[in-house]
């Protein structure tokens, strides 16, 4: 098979669903599928994922993708994985699932997480985790949860997984985890790239073997299982890379090879991330840094509310949102969300939005934050809490940036990626509250072309991980209006200081 004839398939496993994509070697891609993943929250700070739906939505996008026209699936070379981060379920001797998956939207373990700070050196753990250990976001927390509420589930798991682990265990029958997931635990070491001894030993009482064996993201499995093969229509010796996280390959899907560019992703929660040559801790623990490979780490800042916060307004005023966007002939209701907006006068007249439906991680990491909406009055309506929310979770991401500006303050460039790129209002928002220009990615599914792009490395068919690949240009830029930069610069002030009232 020549080069040019080779394909390569990206699969990302998201906290809201599944979606696989089919690229040529130059970055064309050739088809796409998708399978949403509704959340379990069934109590207060519960957030958990079937693991069964989202390994058969996993099997279906891979199908789907393998056997869309303009896809000849004997030409697939490589694939690889994307995945969220901060994904927990422990399994038996099987490889059985005997938990839901706990993603990082799970809040259940708060106090095992003050616990860790209030009887463990949380600042060591940082040193050399990269992770705010502290915070119940980090499958550290959870595990101590699961060991104190559910003691014969912690004492029957062979392994505590991530959600790759499982499906990769189900596909291959091994349990590996690429360092870049096994960083974001709150149980690795980022500098010597093991499972931290004081970590398992001290913090939680376990021994490594209870957790996959970490590996670096290039790493090829293959020998699929014949059954899963034949469901899929793949070829059983695919060369399958265990890839990396979901953020760090959106970096690289947008070209974001060193610090002097930062992607943004909004997607469920929102990130801003950057790629340095080696650790970079902040002091005031604000911020949290993983391994990529084992000569690059990503910094960044993440928050709990991105657009899990429009996803929520949809699904409690339905019928009303429906009846609207039919009326006024849009596709869906978040075309319906960003005419709102377009309708309203930066700051919402006056309405605020604090968008912590689910607590919050950086820069504040308080996890028992809660939303609110403040200053409503009788002349507010549906559209103003709308573009109020969308302007609350822009001043979050912000406040992120703002710090990672402070710590590294190379960035030249911003660059979106991920579901908020498609409403231009929210786009122009940004570039408004940031007061700078935000480069638009070429690539509408940056971690899934990150992906594919790693598979691609991984069998030899690029030569590196800097290689510049057409979708890694930009596709718009958008311009931040000074006027709106001035009215927004007071705004969040406003909002900084009525989060910082309500959360004393």
Known sequence: ?????????????????????????????????????PMLCHETGMGELDPELVYRSFLDVMKECAQAPGVDSRNLAAA??????????????KGVPITNILTWADIRSLGHAELVKNNFDYRKIYDSTGCRGQHPMYPL????????????????????????????????????????????????NIHNFSWDEYVLEKVIGIDKSRLGQPVECNFILQGMRKEYAAE????????????????????VGCGVFDDTSMSCTI??????RTSVS?????????????????DTWVIGGAINNGGIVLKWLRDEFKDQFEKDAGTAGLKNIYELFSQYAEEINPGSDGLVFLPFLTGERSPGWNANAVGTIHGLRLMHGRKHIVRAAMEAVMFRMFSVFEILHELSGNTKRIIANGGYVKSKIWLKMQADIFGKEIAVAGASEAAVFGAAYLAMFAVGAIDSLTTPLLPMRTSEIIVPSQQNHLIYKELYSNFKSLYGKLSQ
């Open 232 to 251: 899929t229509g793949l070829d059983p010796d695919l060369p399958f890379a265990v890839g990396s996280g979901d953020g760090m390959l959106a970096n």
């Open 267 to 272: 997607g469920t929660s929102g990130a801003l």
């Open 80 to 93: 690889a994985l994307s995945t969220q981060l901060f994904s927990i379920l422990a399994v038996d001797r």
């Open 141 to 188: 927390s959870k595990i101590l949860w699961i060991k104190e509420t559910m003691p014969d589930i912690f004492k029957k798991a062979f392994k505590f997984v991530s959600v790759k682990e499982y499906i990769l265990n189900r596909l291959f029958g091994k349990f590996v985890i690429d360092i870049t997931d096994a960083s974001t635990t709150a149980m690795f």
């Open 278 to 294: 080696t650790p970079l801790l902040d002091p005031q623990h604000r911020t949290w840094c993983y391994c990529f490979t084992k």
């Open 1 to 37: 098979m020549k080069l040019k004839e080779k394909l390569f398939m990206g699969i990302d496993i998201g906290t809201s669903g599944v979606r696989a994509a089919v690229f040529d070697i130059e970055g064309k891609q050739l088809s796409l599928a998708y399978r949403e993943s």
